[in-house]
């Protein structure tokens, strides 16, 4: 069974910086897209970045130029860099494979932007 493990978040004034970190345990990761979502006061989850197996990147517009997803096979660990706004950036951030079929979710880390 697969687990993720996501951790790193907190409270960071808006402009600020912070990086998250994400633990793949039960499956093969080398090789293996990886990708982070996020969700804010709604229902949806939004995928924001995502990196592959060959260490492509993409990301949402949203997010694009102040986010930087990377990956650590050796490590079996994820990560995300971001430069934060203020309450479009506060979410509760999860990873997982950014196509279906998806891996069970882990329990996200909750990261607040503030003024």
């Known amino acids: 069974q697969v687990q993720l493990v996501e951790s790193g978040g907190g409270l960071v004034q808006a402009g600020g910086s912070l990086r998250l970190s994400c633990v793949v345990s039960g499956s093969t990761f080398s090789g293996n897209a990886m990708g982070w979502y996020r969700q804010g006061s709604g229902d949806r989850r939004d995928l924001v970045a995502t990196v592959t197996g060959a260490y492509t990147t993409t990301y949402a517009a949203s997010v694009k130029d102040r986010f930087t997803i990377s990956r650590d096979d050796a490590k079996n660990t994820v990560y995300l860099q971001m430069t934060g706004r203020q309450s479009e950036d506060t979410a509760v951030y999860y990873c997982?494979?950014?196509?279906?079929?998806?891996w069970g979710w882990g329990k996200g880390t909750l990261v607040t932007f503030s003024s």
């Open positions: 997982n494979r950014p196509h279906a079929p998806l």
